[in-house]
């Protein structure tokens, strides 16, 4: 099916097809109408080529996700496969489909050069195969926004600073306030005495997360209820450096004078649980801990891992609405979301733990299992004896 078929069945010509499909004004409503009835019971879809040779952008929205790596031999197994990227993607691409765009998604590394990425976007916008493109991950090491920024193009930037007076839009988590929150939390709930396991401050998200727990160390200090001096730990977002750092906290004996953790991201609480698990278990319900990003393994670690999530779907609700009204933003803006906090086993006090309440009731019931089956053991043993003996006597 084709624009010609569609105008022959409509009864109109194929450059009235052409200007209801590209929400051309002038066109009588009994017509659109008519056209439009035509394209949704045949389902048909413009061929996207064509109209870039048509000079015709395409309703196309590419996600660029960012990772810093100076060596291309050194790539991470999991890498672009965190839960932040795969969750965002999800969300975008849902938030698409309920307004008729594409979603297409490219990795991109520091090691290509920014030359090599800024062709590559240019040659992407100018050929028309994309309307618009979201940058996820960028650190204050990457310029590249600044070289393929216009007026005339749908650039929008999460988590990072750029200048908005070329048209781009940043939208921002609110990592700072949300750092607070999650410090007030665990120490609402008993672990008074907090350190915090940072992720790369390069990152705009690792800059405020740290920034907000240091914030939330010189309130407690005005109020005179600092119970701890401020300790940070770490360097870069992930699991090797929660468990790293959990060897640390091990060795210095730090787990008697921090009873609180604040982890940069959830797999940095991820790989510091793995640590005490190998080492010290027994540590592990002394201690709140509270991480970003609700990745999904989060709720299956033992205990559950409480977390400051990002709101995925605000972020791709705003995304489109910024795309679809650029007219109205079109000199840029900045826009700053909250993070949802959800709490799990992980910040609770001991006692209101499930995980823990299940372990204890396991031990117990293994103890006693153990008991009576001891019990058994040792009443048959003495059978036996009594047995042998009369055995002997008979004799």
């Known amino acids: 099916m084709n624009s010609t078929q569609i105008a022959k069945l409509a009864g109109v010509s194929r450059s009235t097809v052409s200007k209801v499909l590209h929400n051309y004004k002038g066109i009588p409503e009994e017509t659109r109408q008519k056209v439009l009835k035509v394209i949704k019971e045949y389902d048909y879809k413009p061929n996207t080529m064509s109209q870039a040779l048509r000079g015709i952008s395409p309703k196309v929205i590419?996600?660029?996700?960012?990772?810093?790596?100076?060596?291309?031999?050194?790539?991470?197994?999991?890498?672009?496969?965190?839960?932040?990227?795969?969750s965002m993607l999800n969300a975008i691409t849902m938030e698409a489909k309920k307004v008729g765009y594409?979603?297409?998604?490219?990795?991109?590394?520091?090691?290509?050069?920014?030359?090599?990425?800024?062709?590559?976007?240019?040659?992407?916008?100018?050929?028309?195969?994309?309307?618009?493109?979201?940058?996820?991950?960028?650190?204050?090491?990457?310029?590249?926004?600044?070289?393929?920024?216009?007026?005339?193009?749908?650039?929008?930037?999460l988590d990072k600073e750029e200048d908005t007076t070329t048209g781009v839009r940043c939208l921002f988590s609110s990592d700072f306030r949300s750092a607070e929150r999650a410090c007030e939390h665990l120490y609402g709930n008993g672990f008074t005495r907090i350190m915090h396991i940072s992720g790369e401050t390069t990152k705009l998200s690792g800059f405020d997360r740290r920034r907000g727990y240091m914030s939330f160390m010189h309130k407690l200090k005005a109020e005179q209820q600092l119970e701890c001096e401020p300790l940070i730990l770490g360097n870069k977002f992930g699991f090797e450096m929660g468990y790293a750092v959990g060897l640390q906290f091990i060795e210095e004996r730090l787990y008697e004078r921090y009873n609180g953790i604040l982890c940069g991201c959830d797999m940095i609480a991820i790989g510091f649980f793995k640590r005490l698990q190998e080492m010290r278990p027994d540590l592990i319900d002394q201690l709140g801990i509270i991480g970003f990003d609700n990745e999904l393994v989060d709720q299956y670690v033992t205990p559950s891992l409480s977390t400051m999530s990002p709101n995925y779907r605000s972020f791709a609700h705003m995304i489109f609405d910024l795309e679809q009204n650029y007219e109205e933003f079109k000199g840029g803006m900045t826009l700053k979301l909250d993070h949802v906090l959800i709490e799990r086993d992980s910040s609770k006090p001991?006692?209101?733990?499930?995980?823990?309440?299940?372990?204890r009731q396991l031990t117990i019931n293994a103890d006693e299992v153990a008991s009576q089956v001891d019990g058994a053991h040792a009443e048959l043993k003495n059978e036996k004896i009594a047995e042998a003996a009369k055995a002997e006597l008979a004799v």
Do not use: C, W
């Open 350 to 359: 001991s006692e209101q733990r499930t995980t823990s309440r299940i372990a």
């Open 102 to 157: 594409s979603v297409v998604y490219e990795l991109i590394f520091s090691y290509e050069g920014e030359k090599k990425i800024i062709n590559m976007i240019n040659e992407a916008f100018d050929s028309r195969k994309i309307s618009s493109a979201v940058f996820v991950g960028l650190d204050s090491d990457a310029h590249f926004i600044a070289e393929v920024a216009r007026p005339d193009r749908h650039i929008i930037v």
């Open 62 to 86: 590419a996600l660029y996700f960012y990772e810093r790596m100076n060596d291309p031999d050194a790539y991470r197994h999991d890498l672009g496969l965190i839960n932040y990227n795969l």
